[in-house]
């Protein structure tokens, strides 16, 4: 068995949306309120929440963007790239992993577009962490079409991390 099935038998990481696999592996049992959040958020969240995410090969996570803050930390593999967009237009990314010009932790801000590969040929298995906890109410994935019309200066890269 390779590395990647092996993790995903061991860690038991199902098929997530935006691609790849994951597993929530932490939800606070505590919930904020909505007069304690700003005001993008419609209901409750969790204090927090923790995923496993993995990505292998040719596969890539989507251009999406959420609500909260998400932090990303490398645990294994070759190592990934995330590609942020901010709302202003903005591009920079993340690149996570263990060899020099990488880092083990980053952070992609709340409202920001996102989207993540491995690096070719390679896998990457990282933990997500979402402060307000995330919902899938505060999940949205990108439209190619629409994305590009808004920053046809990425147009590149989105045309390649979107599914529509």
Request: aromatic share 14%; hydrophobic share 35%.
């Amino acid at each position: 068995m390779d590395q990647v099935q092996r993790w995903i038998k061991e860690l038991d990481l199902q098929p997530h949306p935006e691609g790849g696999w994951y597993k929530e592996v932490y939800r606070a049992s505590e919930t904020i309120t909505p007069a304690g959040l700003p005001d993008r958020f419609d209901g409750p969240r969790s204090f927090c929440t923790s995923i496993y995410f993995l990505l292998a090969g040719d596969h890539f996570s989507a251009f999406h963007r959420i609500k909260s803050d998400e932090l990303w930390h490398f645990y294994a593999g070759d190592g990934l790239t995330v590609h942020i967009i901010a709302a202003d237009g903005e591009y920079s990314s993340l690149r996570l992993g263990n060899q020099p010009g990488e880092t083990f932790h980053g952070i992609v801000p709340a409202g920001s577009w996102f989207a993540a590969e491995p690096k070719a040929g390679g896998y990457g298995l990282v933990g997500c962490t979402v402060a307000p906890g995330f919902d899938f109410a505060d999940f949205e994935l990108a439209e190619r079409d629409r994305l590009t019309a808004e920053f046809p200066q990425h147009r590149e890269r989105i045309e390649r991390l979107t599914r529509s």
